[in-house]
C-alpha cells in the first residue's frame, strides 16, 4: 500500500468535540475553495484513515483494559480504567471521536458536489458513511447515550448537542451502513487497509448484535446480523490454515483479513501491542529469549501481561492459538520472568532484536463473522446450528469437537469463551463481556477481577472539563461525583 499522508494539517477546520462550540479556522483554504475534484475527495479520505488508525491505536484501554485480559506487567503503571477507577477528572475524552466525526461529515456533505462523481469518489463517500457509522458504533460502547452530530462543524453559532439515547444513536448507524451499502461502486474490495461492501457488512453484523442484546432488539436483529455476516463470507475471505499467519507481518492483507489500518516502519509503526512485549534489559536470561518477540530501547514495554483468566482459557492441550497468542519467558532455573503477548509479533530487520510492531491493525476478519453467525443462531435457540458454526473455529484452532452441554445459556458461554481465545488482544473482550452481560449470559461482576464487589456503571463517564464546555450534557448514569 502507498504511504498514507494526512491533509488535514492544511486543509479546513480541525475540530474536537472540546471546542465544538469554540470554532475557528485553522487553515487558510476554504470549503469553496477545496472541494473540487476527485483527488480532493480521495485525499481527504486518506487523512481520515490516518486518524482512525491514531485513535484506534491509542484506545485499545476503551476495549480491553476494563475486562480480564490483562494484569499488571514488569513496568509502567496501569490505569485508572483497569483499575475500575473511573471519575470526570480521569475519564477517556471522546474529543478524538467527534473530530473523526466532522471529517466524515465533511466528505458525505461535499464529496457528492465534486465534478465528475467518479467511481472512486462514490466509494469515498460510502467510505465516510461507514466510518462514521463505526465511529458512533465505538461511543455507544463507551459512554452509552451519546450526541448526533451530522453535520461538520462549520462556524461557532452551532446549537449545544444533548445526549442521544443509545437506541437512537444505534438507528443512525444502522442507516449510514445501509447508505453506504447503496453507494459502493463495487460489492467486493479494492484494498483491505479501505473500506469496502464486505466491512460495511462487518460492521453490520456486529452493530445488530449489540441492538439486540444491549439495546433490547428483536429477533430480526439475529436474523439480519446472520444475513449481514454471511454476505462478509460470501466475499471471498476464508478462514487460514494456521492461525499463526493471519498475523504474520510478511502476510498482510492476507485471505482472513476484512478491513485492517496500515502500519510499516517507514511510515508507521508501535502497534498497541507493543503495550506487552518485552523489553531486551528483562528477558536477557531467559533461556527462549529467541522465541519473545522483545525490542530494544524504547519501542517495547510491558506494561501488562497475559491474565491467568486468558492463559486458562485454552482448555485443551492442541489449541494451537495459545502458543500463538501468548508466550511465557523461562530462565536457566525453570524460573517464570513473565508472560507476553505473541500474537502480534512485529519485525526483527536486522536479526538483533531491535522489532518494529508494524503489525497492522485489523478491525475484522473471517473468524469473527463466523463467530457472529454461532453467536445469533445460539440467542436464536437454534442451538445445532450454532455449534456447527462454532466447530468451524475449533477446527482450525485443533481443539477438537465440542462436547459440552448444549443448552442455550452453556453455548452461548461457550462462543463468549471461544470469542476470547480466538479474539484475545484484538480490542474485542470489554465489549463482549458487556455485550454478553446484558444478554443474560455472565454477569460481568463476577467475570472482571476488579469489578468483583464494585457497583461501577459499565459505560464511562464523561469528562466534566466537557461538560463545563457544554452544559446541555448529563453525566453518565451511575456516576455521583
Same mark, same amino acid.
Given at each position: ?38 483527488? %480532493? ?150 484494498? @483491505? ?59 498482510? @492483507? ?152 448444549? %443448552? ?74
Amino acid at each position: 500500500m502507498k504511504k498514507i499522508i494526512t491533509i488535514f494539517s492544511i486543509v479546513l477546520l480541525s475540530v474536537g468535540c472540546n471546542e465544538l462550540l469554540d470554532v475557528k479556522v485553522t487553515s487558510y483554504i476554504t470549503n469553496d475553495s477545496y472541494w473540487q475534484g476527485e483527488g %480532493d475527495v480521495t485525499g481527504y479520505m486518506n487523512g481520515i484513515y490516518v486518524d482512525l488508525r491514531d485513535q484506534m491505536n491509542a484506545t485499545y484501554g476503551h476495549r480491553e483494559e476494563r475486562s480480564d485480559a490483562f494484569v499488571a506487567g514488569l513496568e509502567g503503571s496501569v490505569s485508572n480504567a483497569w483499575a475500575q477507577n473511573l471519575t470526570d477528572a480521569n475519564a477517556p475524552s471522546w474529543g478524538s471521536y467527534y473530530t473523526l466525526n466532522h471529517h466524515c461529515n465533511l466528505v458525505i456533505k461535499y464529496g457528492p458536489t465534486t465534478e465528475p462523481n467518479t467511481a472512486n469518489v462514490k466509494r469515498a463517500v460510502a467510505s465516510a458513511y461507514v466510518l462514521r457509522a463505526y465511529n458512533y458504533f465505538m461511543l455507544i460502547r463507551i459512554w452509552g447515550d451519546v450526541p448526533i452530530v451530522l453535520e461538520p462543524t462549520e462556524s461557532n453559532s452551532i446549537p449545544l448537542p444533548v445526549r442521544a439515547p443509545a437506541a437512537d444513536v444505534m438507528t443512525q448507524i444502522l442507516n449510514d451502513i445501509e447508505e453506504a451499502i447503496k453507494l459502493f461502486p463495487e460489492n467486493g474490495y479494492v484494498d @483491505k487497509n479501505t473500506v469496502s461492501k464486505p466491512v460495511a457488512y462487518a460492521l453490520k453484523a456486529d452493530a445488530l448484535l449489540w441492538k439486540n442484546k444491549v439495546l433490547g432488539g428483536t429477533n430480526q436483529d439475529l436474523l439480519d446480523a446472520i444475513d449481514a455476516a454471511d454476505q462478509v463470507l460470501a466475499s471471498g475471505v476464508n478462514l487460514l490454515p494456521n492461525f499463526a499467519d493471519v498475523f504474520s507481518v510478511d502476510n498482510k @492483507k492476507n485471505e482472513e483479513i476484512i478491513f485492517a489500518l496500515y502500519f510499516g516502519r517507514e511510515e508507521k509503526s508501535d502497534h498497541y501491542g507493543s503495550r506487552l512485549k518485552p523489553r531486551d534489559i528483562f528477558v536477557n536470561t531467559a533461556q527462549n529469549k529467541n522465541n519473545l518477540a522483545y525490542a530494544v530501547q524504547t519501542r517495547a514495554r510491558s506494561v501488562y501481561a497475559p491474565s491467568d483468566a486468558i492463559k486458562n482459557i485454552y482448555t485443551s492441550a492442541n489449541d494451537v492459538r495459545k502458543a500463538a497468542s501468548v508466550i511465557t519467558a523461562i530462565d536457566a532455573s525453570s524460573n517464570v520472568i513473565g508472560s507476553f503477548d505473541n500474537k502480534f509479533r512485529g519485525k526483527d530487520y536486522d536479526g538483533a532484536g531491535d522489532r518494529y510492531y508494524e503489525d497492522d491493525l485489523i478491525i475484522y476478519r473471517a473468524a469473527e463473522m463466523i463467530l457472529f453467525k454461532a453467536e445469533a443462531l445460539a440467542a436464536l435457540d437454534r442451538i445445532p446450528e450454532a455449534i456447527v458454526e462454532l466447530q468451524k473455529i475449533r477446527d482450525r484452532a485443533h481443539s477438537g469437537t465440542y462436547t459440552g452441554a448444549t %443448552d442455550k445459556r452453556s453455548v452461548e458461554r461457550e462462543i463468549l469463551d471461544e470469542r476470547f481465545r480466538e479474539l484475545w488482544l484484538e480490542q474485542r473482550r470489554w465489549p463482549d463481556l458487556v455485550r454478553f452481560h446484558y444478554g443474560n449470559t455472565i454477569n460481568v461482576y463476577n467475570e472482571v477481577p476488579n469489578l468483583v464487589g464494585k457497583t461501577i456503571p459499565l459505560f464511562y463517564p464523561i469528562l466534566q472539563t466537557e461538560i463545563n464546555l457544554n452544559p446541555n450534557l448529563d453525566q453518565t448514569t451511575g456516576y455521583n461525583f
